[in-house]
């Protein structure tokens, strides 16, 4: 699993609330994404960080915010939670730099996410 | 949007038989990745094919990538029940170091 954690695994919330998942590597890297995965959806790239406080945005980032203050952490803020966002929530880290032919990813075991 | 496209979507097959699995693709890559995801975990890193290769081998896993179709492989020769997954495909159209997945085939190997 490279060492990659996150938490919490389960959560369930009520709609505006706002939630925050975290991505923990213990191996340094630097690239660090989070991804949404939903029935007939497959993963869908939601943010990702290329540095400590160098991020950008994937293909499905309205209502998501992040932050990485730290390597080591990659944070997944949803501002104001709504029923959409129920998903299965993925944080991935990458060994190579960004450019490298070899970026295989490494995921870590989920967040499963319910908002009601 | 989704760059990778697998087919089939699902797949059901007795232990022993072989399991192949296609996945197109729309635009250039530098790579093409096979993950794997057993029910209710994350994605494990099968195996990757660069742009410049036509087949690779690892175990029982054979991908092949024809870059004129925009098409990929993946072949899992003499399948067992521990093969049940889901099989996706990735690719790397660029430098950004980001992936694009297909939406997965799910194989069911049955004993």
């Known amino acids: 699993d490279a060492g990659i954690t996150q938490s919490p695994r389960h959560k369930v919330t009520e709609t505006g609330t706002p939630v925050t998942l975290r991505c923990h590597q213990t191996?340094?890297?630097?690239?660090m994404y989070w991804y949404r995965q939903d029935p007939g959806h497959g993963l869908r790239l939601i943010h990702y960080?290329?540095?400590?406080?160098?991020?950008d945005k994937g293909e499905v980032s309205d209502g998501y915010s992040v932050s990485r203050s730290k390597t080591e952490d990659f944070l997944l803020t949803l501002e104001s939670a709504t029923s959409s966002q129920t998903s299965v929530y993925f944080c991935?880290?990458?060994?190579?730099?960004?450019?490298?032919?070899?970026?295989?990813?490494?995921f870590g075991p989920g967040t499963r996410l319910t908002v009601l | 949007s989704q760059q990778g496209e697998e087919d089939p979507q699902a797949l059901s097959i007795q232990e022993g038989e072989n399991a192949t699995m296609n996945c197109s693709y729309k635009t250039s890559i530098n790579n093409l990745q096979w993950y794997r995801q057993n029910s209710g975990r994350g994605l494990v890193h099968l195996i990757l094919i660069r742009s410049n290769e036509r087949e690779k081998h690892s175990g029982r896993l054979r991908v092949t990538l024809d870059t004129s179709k925009k098409s990929s492989s993946l072949l899992i020769t003499a399948s067992r029940a521990a093969d049940t997954a889901s099989y996706f495909c990735?690719?790397?159209?660029?430098?950004?170091?980001?992936?694009?997945f297909g939406q997965g085939t799910t194989l069911q190997v049955k004993p």
């Open positions: 990735a690719t790397d159209g660029g430098n950004t170091g980001k992936l694009i």
């Open positions: 960080s290329y540095g400590v406080k160098d991020t």
């Open positions: 191996e340094n890297h630097r690239y």
């Open positions: 991935a880290i990458s060994r190579t730099s960004g450019g490298a032919k070899d970026n295989e990813q490494f």
